[in-house]
């Protein structure tokens, strides 16, 4: 791979030597090295953010817009690119990775040149003028699982606004970054708009977030995480991703097997490692049987293999270290009292070298125990029965995340008025569909702040009232 730092308008080498492996997680073997930054890199990212932000500000909006289009139509014809990059990186299957790690951020990428349209006309309030200024030079912190769209969700809504941005993202997978660095310069930014730093969060990440002349800071991770960041900003803006622990909820009444169905889809999607995935399904008892035999059965049907071959359904892991991870949270849960029906923490038949992990289904979870209340970060999905309505929204509600969930009903508008009721930032309701026009984010500990949509473009943006 070429340098992948990204520093007013140009690429170079780090300020350090030092480099960062980066392993296969289909074959576990070291395919790639990537800089392992420094302060001084984050200090000169930084520092060339703020030499552009006065003049980025000052530039007429519909030029932002333009660029940002140009950067939109290049990602597109780059699309296969991006794909086999999300392939080789994430380990996610070929068959979804064009979808979903490629074209929904381009098509998120063209929702927010929508949201863009007449933002910044100045509004009056009694004797006032008020104004959207920019928030001034951004840190983006991007994670790993959906590279390209959380990298869209935090840079296109800065660069629209007339925010300069420095991006870091996550070094365990680094070719669709840099891809779309490329993109950046192909569109012809100015030079200090878009700054690209690679190396690990507890050092480059850290002195991105403490740094003085940054003014917002955007993060996706862990909660843990965002709680560190969170501490190390200080007074600047900080918008929050984090962790989701989602419920589906399914009524009495509703479709149980299509819910059961859809429900697994959502758990096993990239291979677990989606925040807003519905990991916990909470049924009532009547149709509970019923529920547990099509999401074991759904789950079985989950081909595992290299993400490469289309017959794959579901790919490996990240790391090592999650796959471990994740297996402990399954043989844990079987120690709690919970009944497995599919899956387990034994490697998978026939695939010797990967990270991967079984498609698991566990029922009889008690909402109190680990796997009720944990986000696994994994394909494994907990059970749980509850007797009436007020008890199902109580376990739905009853972690300490709330980025999404879903509700099941037996029409449209019994199940928008539960959904209403649970304290989550989104809600699928009977199988709505995810898309990036919408506000999209958090409450308690899955994060503050939004994303996507004219919600995620107004975060970067300051109020000014001229009092006339």
Not at 321 to 335: K, L, T
Request: hydrophobic share 45%; net charge negative; charged share 20%.
């Amino acid at each position: 791979m070429p340098p992948t730092i990204y520093l007013d308008g140009r690429f170079r080498d780090s300020s350090s030597p030092v480099t960062v492996p980066v392993i296969d997680p289909t074959t576990e073997q070291v395919y790639d090295h990537v800089p392992r930054g420094t302060a001084r890199d984050a200090d000169d990212a930084v520092l060339a953010a703020r030499r552009a932000a006065d003049t980025w500000a000052a530039t007429p909006q519909s030029e932002r817009i333009a660029l940002v289009r140009t950067l939109r139509d290049t990602l597109t014809a780059r699309a296969d690119e991006l794909t086999s990059a999300a392939v080789r990186d994430v380990g996610t299957p070929v068959r979804m990775a064009g979808p979903l790690q490629t074209m929904l951020p381009i098509g998120a990428v063209t929702d927010f040149l929508a949201a863009a349209e007449g933002i910044e006309e100045p509004h009056g309030v009694a004797n006032s003028l008020v104004h959207r200024r920019p928030v001034g030079v951004v840190v983006a912190i991007t994670p790993w699982n959906y590279p390209l769209l959380q990298i869209v969700a935090k840079v296109v809504p800065a660069l629209l606004s007339g925010s300069p941005v420095v991006l870091k993202p996550s070094e365990v997978a680094p070719l669709v970054p840099h891809l779309l660095a490329e993109a950046v310069d192909a569109a012809g930014f100015p030079p200090g708009v878009f700054n690209l730093v690679s190396g690990l969060g507890l050092e480059i990440g850290d002195a991105l977030v403490r740094h003085p002349e940054v003014d917002m800071v955007s993060f996706t991770g862990s909660t843990a995480a965002g709680r560190a960041v969170h501490a190390a900003a200080g007074l600047k803006r900080v918008q929050l991703e984090l962790g989701g622990k989602s419920a589906s909820l399914v009524l009495p009444g509703a479709d149980a097997v299509a819910a059961a169905r859809a429900t697994v889809n959502s758990c096993l999607l990239n291979s677990g490692q989606t925040c807003l995935a519905l990991t916990r399904l909470v049924v009532h008892r009547s149709l509970y049987r019923e529920a547990v035999e099509a999401a074991t059965a759904t789950a079985a049907r989950f081909t595992l293999g290299d993400p490469a071959d289309p017959a794959t359904k579901q790919g490996p892991l990240i790391s090592a270290a999650q796959r471990d991870r994740v297996r402990g949270f399954i043989e844990r849960a079987g120690a709690d009292g919970a009944r497995l029906t599919v899956g387990g923490a034994h490697a998978p038949d026939g695939l010797e070298r990967g990270f991967f992990v079984r498609p698991t289904v566990f029922a009889d979870v008690a909402p109190e125990s680990e796997l009720g209340q944990e986000e696994v970060f994994g394909p494994v999905l907990a059970i749980t029965p509850y007797d009436d309505v007020d008890e199902g929204i109580r376990i739905a509600d009853g972690t300490r995340y709330g980025l999404s969930g879903a509700v099941w009903g037996p029409d449209r508008e019994s199940a928008a008025a539960v959904a209403l009721r649970l304290r989550t930032g989104q809600v699928d309701v009977n199988g709505g569909r995810f898309h990036t026009a919408a506000p999209f984010g958090g409450v308690k500990c899955s994060g503050r702040g939004r994303e996507f949509g004219r919600a995620g473009l107004e975060e970067y943006y300051e109020l000014q009232s001229l009092q006339l």
